[in-house]
């Protein structure tokens, strides 16, 4: 008989790094002394500002690693980030470091991470583990035929409209305020509908719940309440023991509490982010999370990392001397490890043509110089300053690609499809019911209603829909209930589902797109990824919280190798190349009008020009067009942007475009 002995728990175990231990990884000689410091920390929580191009993701994939080797099981460390994509990256790398010991640290989106856990403890608050999750059409889509059920339509002329009911309790519960204090602020004129919009907001609630719905704002405040019970709090706490969180200066309100509460009494959370890249307020992002999570947690350690890896020190003290003037920061100073040979060069011009001209012509410039098209941006504060740029382009021939726009998953027909799947796996989903009754031919809005109406009182299931025989147009109908019944056993792959559903589906999509044969090519990409998958709930939960892949606007076999990227700054976060184009930054463009305003609303729009600058890494132009006639404000626009004020000649060079007659 095997002998007993009992044995702590290592939730209970207190690690402390081993300053003469010999490491497996040289951290001393692969990291700088700041980012050693950070990557050495381990007890209590520590903020680490780290500025644009200074190696943050280097130094969370070391701590990561040097976690692991100091004998913290990976499984109780957690990562989360803002992409699902960079979570798998870190966590690949710092797997590679240990021969695969750091595989099963936990790693993800704030979203993806609480849709883990509820349907995990869907018990705990009170809901079905197989919900659905509603995107943000589908959510607007929901609130809309419950607005038309009230009436509201019809009532109140001056009442939001659906993406506007929408933006407004997801802010509530984003930056945690109540809806009356978010209109009156942000939507004034709605005030004297507060009223109504508070009824809607709680049917929209009570009808989620109801239907075994949640939409993506719903995942993090379920989180939350999780967090918040007595009975799993520590179950979970006592899960996950070290926390990092990447790009902290993105987090909402709602997410700083999840933080907080995450990290309960050990408080081992580390914070890795730059207030000098907070960009991201229109989503609910708050700027102010970076400076209160020293004040949320005890002793809390800040370090700063500055030497910058990707721009020439002449690009950084561009960056530098924007930033200087933001109203509230961090102190630091950019340090370039490249001293660079090229300054930073300023340009004025007459008009809008000749600055797409100018562009073109540096461009042909740089390529002719062997600078790759790859390695050339050109960006700018909103997606129609481009316009005139991409007329000028296809005239030189030279190719260009646009970033932004849909994703693959938030195209019609790719909803379609998945809406099928949604049925089969929650068939109380009303949402994705209708969108598929809608597909079928003589089934109207007045028939889809009926049907959703039986299937939410029980009296139409997947098991039994005999009473279908009473409807119009059944065969389709009919036809859709046989197709769904099948697939429900629960034992076919997703990629042989998708392959049926497709096919149920493609001589709809040949009726309702003129542009059939582009939209089919997408519907093949998505049978492909189907195939990847063996969970359907897993499926399910990457289709609506990380798209893997953008809308296939090109044609894959048309594609090219080499191409100038067009992008707002917004997309181009995170990104780099060596020649970089900002244009447009005039004052009233950038910043744009709307937020000259505000000094909140102008100091995002300094933190995004500096974004902009510190995407560069060898060469930087900045450019703006004179005498443009601003149709908006009715205001003839000639000064360059109020950023570019403190940019003196030592740090670069201003130039005003001649044009010369041949």
Request: with cysteine; proline share 3%; aromatic share 10%.
């Amino acid at each position: 008989m095997k002998k007993l002995i009992l044995q702590k728990k290592s939730a209970l175990v207190t690690i402390e790094p081993n300053k003469t231990k010999e490491y497996k990884i040289p951290y001393h000689n692969e990291l700088n002394t700041e980012q050693y410091e950070a990557v050495m920390h381990t007890n209590g929580a520590a903020l680490v500002i780290a500025g644009a191009g200074t190696g943050k993701t280097r130094t969370l994939v070391y701590r990561v690693a040097r976690l692991v080797e100091d004998g913290v099981p990976p499984e109780q460390i957690l990562l989360l980030t803002f992409t699902k994509k960079s979570s798998a990256e870190m966590l690949r790398r710092a797997s590679q470091l240990l021969d695969g010991r750091c595989d099963k640290v936990s790693g993800g989106t704030f979203h993806s991470f609480a849709h883990q856990l509820l349907r995990k403890y869907a018990a705990g608050v009170g809901i079905e583990p197989n919900f659905s999750i509603l995107d943000q059409s589908d959510a607007e889509d929901t609130i809309n035929l419950l607005r038309a059920q009230l009436g509201l339509e019809k009532s109140k002329r001056t009442f939001p409209q659906k993406q506007t009911l929408i933006a407004i309790y997801s802010a509530s519960i984003n930056r945690c305020i109540p809806v009356e204090k978010f209109v009156e602020t942000h939507y004034p004129r709605f005030t004297e509908e507060i009223p109504q919009i508070q009824s809607l907001i709680q049917l929209y609630i009570r009808y989620k719940r109801q239907h075994n719905l949640m939409d993506y704002d719903d995942l993090l405040v379920y989180l939350l309440s999780l967090l918040q019970s007595p009975k799993f709090k520590n179950i979970i706490q006592n899960s996950y023991r070290y926390l990092m969180v990447d790009e902290y200066q993105d987090t909402n309100s709602l997410q700083h509490q999840i933080v907080v509460e995450l990290a309960g009494s050990r408080q081992n959370v580390m914070a890795v982010g730059d207030d000098a890249q907070s960009i991201y307020s229109f989503r609910g992002a708050n700027y102010q999370n970076i400076f209160n999570f020293p004040k949320s947690f005890k002793d809390c350690k800040v370090i700063t990392i500055a030497r910058n890896y990707r721009s020439t020190q002449m690009i950084l003290e561009v960056a530098n001397e924007i930033i200087r003037n933001a109203g509230v920061r961090y102190e630091k100073e950019l340090v370039g490890v490249e001293a660079g040979n090229v300054a930073p060069i300023i340009v004025s011009m007459s008009d809008e043509r000749q600055q797409s001209l100018f562009v073109v012509q540096q461009i042909i410039e740089a390529r002719e110089n062997g600078i790759p098209l790859t390695e050339i941006a050109v960006l700018f504060r909103s997606g129609y300053m481009s316009f005139d740029l991409e007329i000028e382009l296809n005239r030189a021939n030279i190719p260009f690609r646009k970033f932004g726009g849909l994703k693959f998953i938030e195209s019609a027909h790719i909803k379609d499809l998945i809406a099928f799947y949604k049925c089969v796996y929650n068939p109380l989903d009303v949402v994705a019911w209708h969108r598929i009754l809608l597909l079928l031919e003589g089934v109207g809005a007045r028939t889809a209603a009926k049907i959703i109406d039986d299937i939410s009182n029980g009296h139409l299931t997947l098991k039994d829909y005999s009473i279908l025989k009473n409807y119009r147009s059944s065969e389709g109908i009919v036809d859709l209930f046989d197709l769904l019944k099948r697939e429900s056993n629960g034992l076919e792959k997703i990629g042989n589902m998708a392959v049926r559903f497709a096919e149920f589906y493609r001589p709809i999509l040949k009726k309702k797109y003129d542009d059939f044969a582009k939209r089919w090519k997408d519907i093949e990409m998505f049978l492909g990824i189907a195939e990847r998958y063996t969970s359907l709930a897993t499926f399910l939960a990457d289709m609506a919280l990380d798209s893997p892949i953008e809308s296939t606007d090109v044609d894959p076999e048309d594609s090219i190798d080499e191409y100038v990227t067009l992008s707002t700054i917004h997309s181009a976060k995170g990104l780099e190349w060596n020649t970089v184009f900002i244009i447009w930054a005039l004052d009233g463009k950038f910043p744009s009008s709307k937020s000259i305003g505000s000094l909140e609303d102008t100091e995002e729009e300094r933190r995004l020009l500096y974004v902009a600058v510190t995407r560069a890494k060898s060469s930087l132009f900045i450019t703006y067009p004179t005498n443009i006639y601003d149709r908006e404000t009715g205001f003839v626009l000639g000064s360059p942007s109020r950023f570019l004020d403190s940019i003196g000649e030592e740090v670069s060079e201003r130039y005003v475009l001649v044009e010369e007659n041949e």
